[in-house]
């Protein structure tokens, strides 16, 4: 048995990261689509292969803790972490895919104010999922993620406000609203990942 | 015990049969629902009674769970399960509500294709439910049914970029999106359930 | 032992008894918020406050079943119970904060009789919370907030009706529909925690 336990608990850690590095790959994906000049036809189809790869490392995690006997931590808090990174995924792809769908006439420039805080979000999720093992330093982790979902929670609520001010056309607020939507709701699940990774950290305590 | 346990057992795989044959008549009344000349308020009436009927078997469900102490599979699969089946027929009995509702003066004919992907998820998992008790030919399921989800998608997403092509008036394009999305979301349940079902046989193997 | 059960016991009802009075505050805000001539300003800025309170609460349960070795009830119907009563908040909290950005040219009558649903099953759910420690006289609650919550369903699916009725100016139909879409969801939510301590009730029994 004991020969059974590290590999198991070290490849839980590593398809976490692994499933957090589809995520900045997926963030770098969403912020070329709102690039000037963008050729969305091919960065969607990127996308798609992101979102692909990223389900990929989700069945795996789903199929490595329903295959272990000892876990890490709690099955809940591993189901949460996955679906929960699996949800980021794809609620940027679905971003992604609204763009190409809807065609909006413009794409008021405060997107991309939302897609930076994507990819900050991204990246210190990628950086923390490691940490996951020895349980380190992981507040700074949680508590920047939680200022930043503040700060594009502010932001979301402004492009509503300018959405609906009156100098936008009712479709182009139907497809924005659908669009800084599904950002609003990228950036909600990656607090939802810092709190769940809170609660373990609590647990471990 | 030894006599208990079995008629709990079947119980729940009879319960969960029960569950998505409700769902197979929930999808033909959204059938009817959007063929040419429909009494929708007979129609939506009759859905309406077929959503109390399987809300009941849910709470039977729950009921049995919660008093039984042996499961014949985990608690959270079997909740899962419940709800996720439940949730297929309550975004059945929405849609067909919104076009009660709504009034939409079209209703594009793309909108058949989904529900019959609906009414072929339906006819599956009406399958699939009583094979969960010898856990046999399972896959087949759950495969086709993501083969179908995909379908679904896609011609879910050609809808969206048809809706806001310009050609529908944006009363419409409200009207619509919402119908579209209850039968998008009643396609991804069934999905979820087929994914609930693949993890319960991962366990059992 | 025996001394650390009750205070943990008796502060899992206190905790949950704090949120639904949080929320029956939040109730009362939503109301305000509706007033003619109410100052939009301050009173979205006191439900922040109510929304940052009960979060707080939340938080003190999480923590608290996290930390406790013997809960008084099961741990999935603990979060279950306290992120049911703080997703009333987020959108109560939501309906106040669109009222204030989309600034609606008008707000039928119709939502408030949405809001007195909520304030009743508000005050309903905090009357309830601590008779989950006896589990005395909670069949009358639950079974008013699912009347109310079928009550609250049919003027929601009538206010649809009339905004979609084509007496409404698109941005306007927008605007409204995702305010009585939150107060909606409050009111779904209320019924899902009625639910929950049903099913306490019958595992307790």
């Known amino acids: 048995m004991g020969l ?4 198991v608990d070290s ?3 590593e398809l976490f990261a692994q499933s957090a590095r589809h995520i900045v790959v997926g963030a770098g994906l969403l912020a070329e689509m709102l690039a000037d000049g963008a050729d969305r036809e091919a960065v969607a189809s990127r996308m798609r292969d992101a979102e692909h790869a990223a389900d990929e490392t989700t069945h795996a995690i789903i199929k490595q803790v329903n295959q272990t006997f000892v876990t890490p931590f709690d099955r809940e808090d591993i189901y949460a972490l996955a679906s929960g990174l699996d949800d980021i995924m794809d609620m940027m792809d679905e971003a992604v895919d609204l763009i190409l769908l809807y065609e ?3 794409l008021p420039s405060e997107l991309s104010n939302q897609v930076e805080v994507i990819q900050r979000c991204a990246e210190l999720t990628a950086e923390a999922m490691p940490r996951l093992k020895s349980m380190s330093d992981l507040s700074e982790y949680w508590i920047e993620i939680n200022r930043l979902e503040n700060q594009g929670d502010k932001s979301f609520r402004r492009i509503l406000a300018s959405l ?5 056309q009712p479709m182009d607020v139907l497809k924005l609203k659908d669009i800084v939507t599904s950002l609003e709701g990228a950036i909600d699940c990656f607090e939802k990942i810092a709190n769940t990774v809170e609660q373990i950290a609590v647990k471990e305590s």
Chains 1, 2, 3 share one sequence.
């Open 104 to 106: 909006p006439s413009v």
């Open 11 to 13: 490849s839980f850690y």
């Open 4 to 7: 059974k336990f590290r590999p």
């Open 164 to 168: 609906f001010s009156g100098k936008y």
